[in-house]
């Protein structure tokens, strides 16, 4: 029955009070309006600046720090490589010179095993080019002649040159050993009875014919 | 003894009848009113879940800051929540406006019951003849019995259709988040009262000394 009467209280006090709650709740309804237009605008230049009005405010960010710092913070994935201890057994201390040679060591495998891929990319994909090449020839028919423009021809020809120039310069490069063997081999010292011999050569048929011709030309002058 | 006027048994009934339905009205509004400040306090309550970290962290550390930190939480919320219903609105005054463009009325009348209005759905009754005179002043006295309009579909109505449907929906829902966003900033007036409050209620000194007597004799 109280709680009967006490509702009875509060509806009559509701009842005068309700316009009053309306009006707050139509000025408050007017104000969201212009609220809602400003944060618009606001969230407009936020978003032209990379962020958001939903975004962390920086004591939430603060907030985060101290309560989740694992959360706000995570641990960076480095690529872990195994490390290559050179320890010196005189010292039994750790030799940093040695282990930094090694490690260029490492390195300068890792490029050259690059360089070996690449290389062998390049041999495939010309091989392929060259297949490509002999299977685009046109089927002709027994009357017509096979035409092939010239300037393709050249520039064909001009890129065998430099890949074969390329594949020199490589071969040069990865077999070092090779050519020192090489140069080893042409250190041999001439005896004087080549010397002579290399001097007749000089005296070539082609070279007296040149020099006729020069003096040749003399003459007439 | 004198008596003015005299009731009879079934006039007492009447009276009483009365009274107690006037009773069951208010009884009635104190309940909703009760429900609609339950509910109040129970949207005000989204304010501790967006503020609790940065309180319990100790980084907001007055009232004022808290109030400052509060409401632009609040502000954010508010806006999140009320785009849905302005669009709604938005889509509702484009549709009046579209329908007056090619209805070329100006304005087009929601309220009519002959074509272009929403009524156009409804019962529309004559009430011309349904009143009375009752010392001098004119009150309903029967139901009428002819109905001016009867529900029909009509296509240049389509227009209001679409704006009373999407206007009501729109408004209610705006309104409800205005509530929210009251429900909210009235939670934010009494944490910021609250949270900072240091209270000597229940605390006497010679108590706490004794505690901590008892403490020290403990250790």
């Known amino acids: 029955m109280g709680s009967i009467l006490k509702k009875f209280g509060q509806g009559i006090l509701y009842l005068f009070v309700l316009p009053l709650l309306l009006v707050a709740v139509a000025i408050f309804g007017v104000y969201g309006i212009f609220l809602f237009i400003i944060l618009m605008i606001k969230s407009i230049i936020l978003f032209f600046k990379g962020k958001s009005l939903q975004s962390d405010l920086p004591e939430d960010i603060e907030a985060k720090r101290i309560l989740y710092p694992e959360k706000v913070e995570p641990k960076a994935e480095v690529e872990e490589r195994e490390p290559i201890y050179i320890v010196d057994r005189d010292t039994d201390r750790i030799d940093e010179d040695r282990m930094a040679a090694r490690y260029a060591i490492e390195e300068e495998k890792a490029r050259r095993a690059i360089e070996e891929d690449r290389r062998k990319e390049i041999e495939t994909s010309y091989d392929e080019e060259e297949e490509d090449d002999f299977d685009e020839e046109p089927l002709l028919l027994d009357n017509e002649e096979k035409i092939e423009p010239n300037i393709e021809d050249d520039s064909e020809e001009v890129e065998e040159e430099d890949f074969e120039e390329e594949e020199d310069v490589e071969s040069e490069k990865l077999t070092v050993d090779e050519l020192m063997d090489d140069e080893e081999e042409e250190e041999d010292i001439p005896t004087l009875e080549e010397e002579s011999k290399i001097k007749v050569d000089d005296s070539d048929d082609d070279f007296e014919e040149d020099h006729n011709l020069i003096y040749k030309d003399w003459g007439d002058k | ?219």
């Open chain 2, 1 to 219: 003894m004198v008596t003015l006027f005299k009731l009879s048994e079934s006039d007492k009934r009447f009276i009483i009848a009365i009274l107690l339905l006037v009773v069951l009205v208010f009884v009635l509004i104190g309940f909703i009113g009760s429900i609609v400040v339950r509910v109040m306090k129970w949207q005000g309550k989204k304010i501790d879940t967006l503020c609790r970290d940065a309180v319990v962290a100790r980084v907001v550390k007055n009232p004022k800051h808290f109030k400052r930190y509060a409401m632009k939480k609040n502000n954010a919320t508010f806006f999140k929540e009320s785009r849905i219903p302005l669009i709604i609105l938005l889509v509702s005054g484009l549709t009046y406006l579209l329908s007056c463009i090619f209805l070329k009325m100006w304005p087009y009348n929601i309220f009519d019951y002959k074509d272009t209005g929403f009524t156009t759905l409804f019962y529309i009754w004559d009430f011309s003849d349904c009143y009375q005179e009752f010392f001098g002043v004119k009150l309903l006295s029967k139901w009428p019995t002819n109905a001016i309009n009867t529900p029909h579909f009509s296509v240049n109505a389509i227009g209001s259709y679409i704006f009373v449907v999407t206007f009501l929906v729109g408004m209610i829902w705006y309104l409800i988040v205005v509530q929210r966003f009251i429900a909210r900033l009235i939670r934010i007036i009494k944490l910021a009262d609250s949270i900072y409050s240091k209270s000597l209620e229940n605390y006497n000194m010679a108590d706490a000394e004794l505690e901590e007597r008892k403490r020290s004799m403990g250790e």
